[in-house]
């Protein structure tokens, strides 16, 4: 069905123009009718209100990149069985469940009787962590920082994978595609408040057609009620738009629920940082897990590993917002846009800065995130 947008925005119950506000200006918002496409999410597809005054932080996070992709190996380090779990790019809490359950495998399969020591308490270390405390080891936790201060505490934590490889053809396409949908399944098991999961309905946006990224053509089928909209069939100010449903994860939440299943179960945690492998052979466990991410690169000597920059402008949270939006066509010519409301606030995205170390927020960033959203939102509450 083709239906236009003015139309689409009165059957909504569009009443944004008034009272809508530009990147500078106090925030605004309208009362939205039924959805088209469910009872349930009408509320949710409507400009999001931009302003610089309701920013509540902006953070920066490094990505753990590796061109040829993950890491799930077993090796002998001295007397210990080590088992590597590290590399995701931006695909870290997407994939966290599948390689967990794929490290899980290589310490069964090797034998090695005894406790586990996890190194690392981001989604990759404690979803790693909980999955082996199920085959009925003991498991300590060694990191630097718990929740809610690590790297994963500030991902968007989209259910979808992308950056994690220069290439996904050959075995290693095999690899990421089993770990992906391991990791779909497991998260299912979790939709919930108690873990903060739950489905989405995710809007990419683009001037032109949409074509199939590799990592979706290999998992297309977790992408249910896919659907390619054009012009006056969405409410976007582009002229494409592709809709899918897909899983969002609350990091904090989820990371909260993990820690407290793996207290739960018996785990320990010892805080303290680890800065060499002597350090690791003092330990009493003869199992170590490796789910250190980008310290790897230095715990481990694998140089291969690429930091990525990801900023995020976070804004109040609205919960009247309740879709996800990846691109934004002409309003996203000068960087990568994405939008994810939150519990904890609406993280706009975003920047992708291969090679860089710093932590530290760049205004100009935060001026362009803001401005293109702004610019889109803006563009979306106008109308036709």
């Keep these: ?32 009718g039924p959805s088209l496409w469910g009872p349930d999410a009408g509320a949710s597809v409507r400009p999001v209100p931009i302003s610089r005054d309701s920013v509540i932080r902006v953070v920066a996070g490094l990505r753990p990149y590796r061109p040829n992709g993950f890491v799930v190996r077993a090796e002998r380090f001295g007397g210990k069985l080590l088992v590597h779990n590290y590399g995701h790019g931006g695909g870290g809490f997407t994939l966290s469940r599948g390689t967990a359950a794929m490290a899980a495998e290589q310490v069964a399969e090797a034998g090695t009787e005894g406790a586990v020591a996890v190194l690392g308490a981001g989604a990759v270390g404690l979803a790693t962590a909980t999955i082996l405390q199920r085959q009925g080891r003991r498991v300590t936790i060694y990191a630097r920082e718990l929740p809610p201060d690590t790297t994963s505490n500030i991902a968007g934590a989209q259910w979808s994978p992308t950056t994690v490889a220069d290439d996904l053809s050959g075995p290693f396409g095999d690899q990421f595609e089993r770990a992906a949908r391991l990791a779909h399944r497991s998260f299912q098991r979790l939709v919930g408040p108690d873990y903060g999961v739950r489905w989405i309905d995710n809007y990419f946006l683009s001037e032109r ?22 012009g006056d069939e969405h409410p976007f100010p582009t002229r494409h738009a592709r809709r899918v449903a897909t899983m969002f994860i609350e990091p904090p939440r989820y990371l909260r629920a993990l820690l407290r299943d793996f207290r739960v179960a018996g785990g320990k945690v010892v805080v303290g940082e680890i800065a060499d492998r002597r350090q690791l052979a003092a330990l009493s466990e003869p199992v170590v897990a490796n789910c250190t991410g980008l310290g790897s690169r230095e715990l481990f000597g694998d140089r291969s590993l690429v930091p990525i920059k990801g900023q995020l402008v976070v804004l109040r949270p609205q919960p009247g917002i309740d879709y996800l939006t990846v691109g934004g066509g002409r309003f996203s010519e000068s960087g990568s846009l994405y939008m994810f409301p939150r519990s904890d606030g609406v993280l706009l995205g975003g920047t992708f800065q291969r090679g860089v170390e710093s932590l530290d927020p760049d205004p100009a960033a935060t001026d362009r995130i803001l401005a293109s959203h702004a610019a889109l939102f803006d563009a979306m509450a106008a109308g036709p």
Excluded: N
Aim: hydrophobic share 35%; proline share 6%; glycine share 14%.
């Design 1 to 32: 069905m083709t239906i236009d947008r003015r139309r689409w925005l009165k059957l909504a119950g569009a009443s944004v123009a008034a009272g809508w506000s530009g990147a500078c200006a106090g925030s605004g918002g309208g009362r939205f």
């Design 209 to 230: 057609p949409l074509g199939e990224p590799e990592y979706m053509s290999r998992i297309r089928d977790l992408y249910p009620e896919w659907e390619d909209l054009e």
